[in-house]
């Protein structure tokens, strides 16, 4: 059973720094694409970045570029996501998923529906 689990959200000042980790297990993630996704209140879900557990490559979503940094662990199955620079409207749930890069197109990092497990999320909070 595939189980992706969130970790390290909180409460955080605008201006400051927090670090998200995500947990894998259940299955080989080696040709697996990692997302972060975001969910504001009363907002639709967003792609924050993505990182192909594979070649390492990664993807940014342009509200969050050179602030933010996805990595991943393969020894521990597991991906970061390095948040900096914090604003009050990145205050939202974090998630986590995973989809198979085989079947990814150039759009499809960004595209929620492509991915095939989430975890349940992490709250992220930014206060001003």
């Known amino acids: 059973q595939v189980q992706l689990v969130e970790s390290g959200g909180g409460l955080v000042q605008a201006g400051g720094s927090l670090r998200l980790s995500c947990v894998a297990s259940?299955?080989?993630?080696?040709?697996?694409?990692m997302g972060w996704f975001r969910q504001a209140p009363g907002k639709e879900r967003e792609f924050v970045a993505a990182?192909?557990?594979?070649?390492?490559?990664?993807i940014y979503a342009d509200s969050v570029k050179g602030r933010f940094t996805i990595s991943r662990a393969n020894a521990k199955n597991t991906i970061y996501l390095q948040m900096n620079s914090l604003k009050p409207e990145a205050t939202a749930v974090y998630f986590c998923a995973a989809g198979n890069e085989i079947r990814y197109s150039a759009s499809s990092y960004y595209t929620q529906r492509k991915y095939d497990y989430w975890g349940q999320g992490t709250q992220v909070t930014v206060s001003s």
């Open positions: 259940g299955r080989t993630f080696s040709s697996y694409v």
């Open positions: 990182i192909s557990w594979s070649s390492g490559s990664t």
